[in-house]
């Protein structure tokens, strides 16, 4: 299947500062890409829908100055968390559409990354 | 919009039995049904999926039972195994018009299961 690789896995980093987050889709050229917020014990929450070469769209009560989604080429997009605080420590999760429709129902996810704000 | 309900929340059982999980749907023009398993600490990984052209679709011990007529679908794990734990997703998909003509569209995912599969 489909590929989808994050970078990192892991970060602690410091309240005020900021965090950047990569999204890859290693074996397919993804037009689309998506950013999900995951709290313990709970579902997938859409952030933002991401398409190359385009500003993203982001759901309804996420801030787009604070969570900056960059999708530069078919194989890449970036997350970062601007001035980051304790309330944004969380497990982000990206996915990438197989399809071409954009339907956005063929997703495969990477493996997500725990960012810790101290 | 796509409204998407599963049951049970948490599932537990003997080695060796099945497990059904079900999910519901709103949107009568859904035509794509992925199911997902998510391991602790991991992204979801997709396990099997179907689309409305057909009722039912097997891998192995693992099959997805599609009901168009009634707006839901299930997933049946057979022969459970301890590595079978883990929290499971449905999604369905929801589509909305963009200003050029052409559509978005995103995955509404249930709440979960989580699933345990005691030796």
């Known amino acids: ?118 | 919009g796509e409204n998407v309900e599963q049951h049970p929340s948490t599932l537990s059982v003997q080695e060796g039995d099945s497990a059904v999980i079900k999910c519901t749907y709103s949107d009568s023009a859904s035509n794509y049904f992925p199911w997902y398993k998510q391991e602790l600490g991991k992204g979801p990984q997709l396990i099997i999926d179907i689309r409305s052209n057909v009722g039912e679709k097997k891998d192995q011990r693992i099959a997805v039972t599609l009901n168009k007529t009634a707006k839901h679908f299930s997933l049946h794990i057979t022969e459970t195994q301890p590595e079978d734990s883990a929290v499971y997703f449905c999604a369905a998909p929801y589509l909305w018009p963009m200003n050029y003509g052409g559509s978005q569209g995103n995955l509404i995912f249930g709440k979960g299961t989580k699933l345990s599969v005691k030796p």
């Not at chain 1, 689309?32 to 991401?50: D, E, H, I, N, V």
């Not at chain 1, 999760?93 to 956005?104: L, N, P, W």
């Open chain 1, 1 to 118: 299947g489909a590929v989808v690789s994050q970078h990192p896995s892991r970060v602690i980093c410091k309240s005020g500062t900021s965090v950047k987050i990569e999204c890859r889709s290693l074996d397919f050229q993804a037009t689309t890409m998506f950013w999900y917020r995951q709290f313990p014990k709970q579902s997938l929450m859409l952030m933002a829908t991401s398409n190359e070469g385009s500003k993203a769209t982001y759901e309804q009560g996420v801030e787009k100055d604070k969570f900056l989604i960059n999708h530069a080429s078919l194989t890449l997009s970036t997350l970062t968390v601007t001035s980051a605080h304790p309330e944004d420590s969380s497990f982000y999760i990206c996915s990438a559409d197989t399809g071409t429709s954009g339907r956005g129902d063929t997703q495969y996810f990477g493996p997500g990354t725990r960012l810790t704000v101290l």
